[in-house]
Protein backbone atom coordinates (compact mmCIF):
# COMPACT_ATOMS: atom_id res chain seq x y z
CA UNK A 1 0.00 0.00 0.00
CA UNK A 2 1.82 3.46 -0.84
CA UNK A 3 2.09 5.87 1.60
CA UNK A 4 0.49 8.59 0.08
CA UNK A 5 -3.05 6.38 -0.48
CA UNK A 6 -5.84 7.71 1.98
CA UNK A 7 -7.40 5.30 3.72
CA UNK A 8 -11.53 4.30 3.38
CA UNK A 9 -11.63 2.42 6.03
CA UNK A 10 -11.45 3.36 9.94
CA UNK A 11 -8.36 2.74 11.73
CA UNK A 12 -9.97 2.25 15.45
CA UNK A 13 -13.25 0.39 13.88
CA UNK A 14 -11.45 -1.29 10.51
CA UNK A 15 -14.52 -2.97 9.85
CA UNK A 16 -16.09 0.73 9.12
CA UNK A 17 -15.57 3.30 6.80
CA UNK A 18 -14.96 6.36 7.44
CA UNK A 19 -17.91 9.25 8.03
CA UNK A 20 -17.59 13.03 6.47
CA UNK A 21 -20.00 15.51 7.78
CA UNK A 22 -21.71 17.99 4.75
CA UNK A 23 -19.68 21.18 6.48
CA UNK A 24 -16.37 18.85 5.52
CA UNK A 25 -17.82 17.99 1.99
CA UNK A 26 -18.46 21.46 1.44
CA UNK A 27 -15.38 22.47 2.52
CA UNK A 28 -13.68 19.92 0.60
CA UNK A 29 -14.81 21.14 -2.72
CA UNK A 30 -15.37 24.85 -2.39
CA UNK A 31 -11.63 24.80 -1.65
CA UNK A 32 -10.68 22.35 -4.41
CA UNK A 33 -12.58 25.24 -6.75
CA UNK A 34 -10.85 28.09 -5.26
CA UNK A 35 -7.77 26.60 -5.16
CA UNK A 36 -7.96 25.59 -9.00
CA UNK A 37 -9.42 29.28 -10.02
CA UNK A 38 -6.54 30.91 -8.13
CA UNK A 39 -3.77 28.75 -9.55
CA UNK A 40 -5.38 29.19 -13.31
CA UNK A 41 -4.98 32.96 -12.87
CA UNK A 42 -1.44 33.00 -11.62
CA UNK A 43 -0.96 30.73 -15.43
CA UNK A 44 -2.70 33.15 -17.11
CA UNK A 45 -0.63 35.88 -16.12
CA UNK A 46 2.64 34.10 -16.53
CA UNK A 47 1.13 32.93 -20.09
CA UNK A 48 -1.35 35.20 -22.29
CA UNK A 49 -1.62 38.01 -19.99
CA UNK A 50 2.10 38.71 -19.38
CA UNK A 51 2.70 42.60 -19.43
CA UNK A 52 5.95 41.90 -21.41
CA UNK A 53 4.37 39.93 -24.10
CA UNK A 54 1.85 41.65 -24.43
CA UNK A 55 3.45 44.86 -24.46
CA UNK A 56 5.27 44.22 -27.71
CA UNK A 57 1.74 42.47 -29.23
CA UNK A 58 0.21 45.48 -28.68
CA UNK A 59 2.24 47.72 -30.20
CA UNK A 60 3.49 45.61 -33.23
CA UNK A 61 -1.18 45.27 -33.58
CA UNK A 62 -1.41 49.06 -33.28
CA UNK A 63 1.45 49.89 -36.04
CA UNK A 64 -0.33 47.45 -38.37
CA UNK A 65 -3.43 49.73 -37.36
CA UNK A 66 -1.31 52.73 -38.05
CA UNK A 67 -1.98 53.65 -34.56
CA UNK A 68 1.20 55.09 -33.00
CA UNK A 69 2.04 54.50 -29.12
CA UNK A 70 4.64 55.11 -27.12
CA UNK A 71 6.37 52.05 -25.17
CA UNK A 72 4.68 53.69 -21.83
CA UNK A 73 1.83 53.92 -23.28
CA UNK A 74 1.90 49.99 -24.67
CA UNK A 75 3.07 48.69 -21.32
CA UNK A 76 0.48 50.36 -19.46
CA UNK A 77 -2.33 48.80 -21.24
CA UNK A 78 -0.56 45.38 -21.04
CA UNK A 79 -0.57 46.08 -17.27
CA UNK A 80 -4.19 47.11 -17.35
CA UNK A 81 -5.16 43.48 -18.72
CA UNK A 82 -2.90 41.80 -16.50
CA UNK A 83 -4.35 43.85 -13.67
CA UNK A 84 -7.35 42.70 -13.69
CA UNK A 85 -6.32 38.98 -14.05
CA UNK A 86 -4.66 39.73 -10.43
CA UNK A 87 -7.58 41.53 -9.47
CA UNK A 88 -9.58 37.98 -9.52
CA UNK A 89 -6.75 36.25 -8.01
CA UNK A 90 -7.52 38.43 -5.36
CA UNK A 91 -10.86 37.49 -4.91
CA UNK A 92 -9.96 33.78 -4.70
CA UNK A 93 -7.76 34.54 -2.00
CA UNK A 94 -10.55 36.29 -0.38
CA UNK A 95 -12.65 33.41 -0.98
CA UNK A 96 -9.87 31.01 0.31
CA UNK A 97 -9.32 33.66 3.58
CA UNK A 98 -13.16 32.91 3.95
CA UNK A 99 -13.24 29.04 3.64
CA UNK A 100 -10.11 28.64 6.08
CA UNK A 101 -12.12 30.34 9.08
CA UNK A 102 -15.29 28.15 8.26
CA UNK A 103 -12.71 24.94 8.49
CA UNK A 104 -11.63 25.88 11.88
CA UNK A 105 -15.05 27.37 13.30
CA UNK A 106 -16.38 23.49 11.53
CA UNK A 107 -13.50 21.57 13.30
CA UNK A 108 -15.25 23.04 16.73
CA UNK A 109 -18.37 21.22 15.90
CA UNK A 110 -17.31 18.08 14.22
CA UNK A 111 -17.95 15.22 15.83
CA UNK A 112 -15.28 13.43 18.12
CA UNK A 113 -14.12 10.90 15.74
CA UNK A 114 -13.83 13.50 12.78
CA UNK A 115 -11.70 15.85 13.76
CA UNK A 116 -8.64 16.35 12.29
CA UNK A 117 -6.49 16.75 15.72
CA UNK A 118 -8.15 13.56 17.20
CA UNK A 119 -7.80 11.25 14.34
CA UNK A 120 -4.37 12.26 14.33
CA UNK A 121 -3.46 11.99 18.08
CA UNK A 122 -5.82 8.54 17.96
CA UNK A 123 -3.40 6.72 15.02
CA UNK A 124 -0.29 8.30 16.87
CA UNK A 125 -1.87 6.17 20.06
CA UNK A 126 -1.99 3.32 18.11
CA UNK A 127 1.23 2.80 16.07
CA UNK A 128 3.43 4.27 19.22
CA UNK A 129 1.68 3.45 22.52
CA UNK A 130 -1.17 0.53 22.03
CA UNK A 131 0.37 -0.88 18.94
CA UNK A 132 -2.81 -2.39 17.45
CA UNK A 133 -3.21 -2.48 13.98
CA UNK A 134 0.40 -0.50 13.54
CA UNK A 135 0.54 -0.31 9.59
CA UNK A 136 -3.25 0.92 8.73
CA UNK A 137 -1.98 3.28 11.74
CA UNK A 138 1.13 3.98 10.71
CA UNK A 139 -0.77 5.21 7.50
CA UNK A 140 -2.94 6.99 8.46
CA UNK A 141 -0.84 9.02 10.65
CA UNK A 142 1.63 10.18 7.63
CA UNK A 143 -1.87 10.78 5.68
CA UNK A 144 -3.26 13.25 8.41
CA UNK A 145 0.35 14.64 9.19
CA UNK A 146 0.38 15.66 5.18
CA UNK A 147 -3.24 17.10 5.21
CA UNK A 148 -2.22 19.33 8.50
CA UNK A 149 0.58 20.16 6.45
CA UNK A 150 -1.74 21.34 4.06
CA UNK A 151 -3.74 23.20 6.59
CA UNK A 152 -0.59 24.98 7.15
CA UNK A 153 0.43 25.72 4.15
CA UNK A 154 -3.00 26.97 3.18
CA UNK A 155 -2.76 29.55 6.29
CA UNK A 156 0.58 30.83 5.48
CA UNK A 157 -0.53 31.36 1.54
CA UNK A 158 -3.85 32.97 2.80
CA UNK A 159 -2.06 35.75 5.21
CA UNK A 160 0.96 36.78 2.75
CA UNK A 161 -2.10 36.97 0.02
CA UNK A 162 -3.76 39.38 2.22
CA UNK A 163 -0.88 41.20 2.96
CA UNK A 164 -0.26 42.02 -0.36
CA UNK A 165 -3.47 42.27 -1.05
CA UNK A 166 -3.73 45.61 1.46
CA UNK A 167 -0.30 46.58 0.77
CA UNK A 168 -1.04 49.69 -0.82
CA UNK A 169 -3.14 50.74 2.10
CA UNK A 170 -0.04 49.56 4.82
CA UNK A 171 3.31 51.51 3.92
CA UNK A 172 4.87 49.06 6.59
CA UNK A 173 3.69 45.87 4.41
CA UNK A 174 5.04 46.61 1.25
CA UNK A 175 8.59 47.30 2.63
CA UNK A 176 8.64 44.01 3.59
CA UNK A 177 9.64 42.27 -0.04
CA UNK A 178 9.72 38.32 1.88
CA UNK A 179 6.08 38.40 1.90
CA UNK A 180 5.76 38.09 -2.03
CA UNK A 181 8.41 35.71 -1.81
CA UNK A 182 7.03 33.55 0.53
CA UNK A 183 3.39 33.60 -1.22
CA UNK A 184 4.97 32.69 -4.36
CA UNK A 185 7.33 29.92 -2.39
CA UNK A 186 4.07 28.34 -0.67
CA UNK A 187 2.23 28.11 -3.78
CA UNK A 188 4.79 25.43 -5.32
CA UNK A 189 4.39 23.47 -2.23
CA UNK A 190 1.05 23.47 -2.17
CA UNK A 191 0.80 22.44 -6.32
CA UNK A 192 3.46 19.50 -4.96
CA UNK A 193 0.48 18.55 -2.29
CA UNK A 194 -1.72 18.76 -4.89
CA UNK A 195 -0.09 16.69 -6.96
CA UNK A 196 0.69 14.14 -3.86
CA UNK A 197 -3.32 14.10 -2.78
CA UNK A 198 -4.42 13.26 -6.86
CA UNK A 199 -1.77 11.15 -7.27
CA UNK A 200 -2.81 9.20 -3.87
CA UNK A 201 -6.30 9.13 -4.64
CA UNK A 202 -6.20 7.62 -7.90
CA UNK A 203 -4.56 4.77 -6.17
CA UNK A 204 -6.59 4.35 -3.83
CA UNK A 205 -9.20 4.24 -5.69
CA UNK A 206 -7.61 0.85 -8.04
CA UNK A 207 -6.58 -0.88 -3.97
CA UNK A 208 -8.10 -0.99 -1.07
CA UNK A 209 -9.78 2.31 -1.41
CA UNK A 210 -12.06 2.21 -3.94
CA UNK A 211 -15.19 4.30 -3.79
CA UNK A 212 -13.38 7.11 -1.45
CA UNK A 213 -13.95 9.97 -4.13
CA UNK A 214 -17.37 9.10 -3.83
CA UNK A 215 -17.47 8.91 0.14
CA UNK A 216 -16.64 13.00 0.01
CA UNK A 217 -19.19 13.11 -2.26
CA UNK A 218 -22.09 11.58 -0.41
CA UNK A 219 -20.86 11.23 3.42
CA UNK A 220 -19.33 7.99 3.48
CA UNK A 221 -21.45 4.44 2.98
CA UNK A 222 -21.14 1.83 5.14
CA UNK A 223 -18.55 -0.96 4.68
CA UNK A 224 -20.13 -4.21 2.93
Not at 1 to 17: C, F, G, S, T, Y
Not at 71 to 100: K, M, P
Not at 127 to 148: D, F, P
Request: with cysteine; hydrophobic share 45%; net charge positive.
Amino acid sequence: MAIIEPLRKDIVHPEQNKKYSSSLRLWHWLSAIVITGSLLTVLLNSTLTNGRSNTEIIKTQLAEAKVSVTNDQARHAAHEISDNVWAVHTYFGYALAALLVFRLITEFFQLADQKLIRKIKSAYNQYYITKQNRQLAGHELVVKSLYATFYILLTIQAITGLCLAFEDDVPALKAIHAIREVHGFVMYLILAFIVVHLSGVFLAERKDSKGIVSDMINGGSEAG
